[in-house]
């Protein structure tokens, strides 16, 4: 996408899913699951990626599609990521593009995932001073009621995501959504599930909002 000198992002939130936004975490994610089901007793293979169809994409919304404790098996992944040493990696070319996008306006994480797994991460990549909030899973309510919530303290705001349940919150919570093309599902699914614009790579993202989002949130 070429370069552009349209104005900054000024005011506008923006708001991003980690896993598969920010974090390249599918494998790590994947274990978790795995650990989860097997402690559920529930011994059958899991995909490679087994978020890619899922409308909740949530340990909740696999553990449901299983016919498993959807609590308990949230509890279980949680637990095993928390107790993981590993970090994982960052996508790449995400950092400049939090940090040009944080020197512009406020930039939130709202996650399905623990704050004791995005902090640590943050941290290491020394991503830590371009996020103003986290509201990860430790927050009560569903990522379309969060939306809301900063909706009223901060508006206008944006989604940045990586599966179709982000896109459903964000229409939900009416803002304006952006999927990614490199996350845990298919760039098509997200388009078909209603977000306005895809960027295909994370420099995208600060071209898409200068010439783009800052029109669809009302700036």
């Known amino acids: 996408?070429?370069?552009?000198?349209?104005?900054?992002?000024g005011n506008i939130l923006v708001v991003f899913d980690f896993d598969g936004v920010i974090a390249d975490s599918l494998e790590i994610c994947a274990?978790?699951?795995?650990?989860?089901a097997r402690?559920?007793?529930?011994?059958r293979p899991l995909a490679e990626n087994p978020f890619a169809d899922l409308e909740q994409v949530s340990?909740?919304?696999?553990?449901?599609?299983?016919?498993?404790?959807t609590r308990a098996f949230a509890a279980d992944a949680c637990g095993y990521l928390e107790h993981c040493r590993e970090i994982a990696p960052l996508i790449p070319g995400m950092a400049e593009t939090l940090r040009q996008?944080?020197?512009?306006?406020?930039?939130?994480?709202?996650?399905?995932?623990?704050?004791?797994?995005?902090?640590?991460?943050?941290?290491?990549?020394?991503?830590s001073g371009y996020v103003c909030k986290i509201i990860s899973r430790d927050i009560p309510g569903s990522k379309a009621a969060k939306l809301m919530r900063l909706k009223k303290t901060q508006p206008p705001i944006c989604m940045i995501g990586d599966g179709v349940?982000?896109?459903?919150?964000?229409?939900?919570?009416?803002?304006p959504a952006v999927g990614v093309s490199w996350g845990w599902q298919p760039a098509r699914?997200?388009?078909?599930?209603?977000?306005?614009?895809?960027?295909?790579?994370?420099?995208d993202i600060k071209y898409l909002f200068r010439t783009t989002i800052a029109g669809l949130s009302g700036e």
């Open 59 to 69: 340990f909740e919304g696999l553990a449901a599609k299983l016919g498993l404790n």
């Open 39 to 43: 402690r559920q007793g529930c011994t």
């Open 1 to 9: 996408m070429p370069h552009s000198t349209q104005p900054s992002l």
């Open 31 to 36: 274990r978790a699951c795995i650990h989860a």
């Open 101 to 127: 996008v944080a020197s512009n306006g406020p930039l939130c994480i709202l996650s399905a995932s623990p704050r004791s797994t995005i902090e640590p991460f943050l941290r290491f990549h020394g991503c």
């Open 189 to 203: 699914v997200l388009a078909e599930a209603g977000a306005e614009l895809i960027a295909e790579t994370p420099s």
């Open 165 to 175: 349940s982000d896109i459903l919150a964000a229409k939900q919570a009416g803002v």
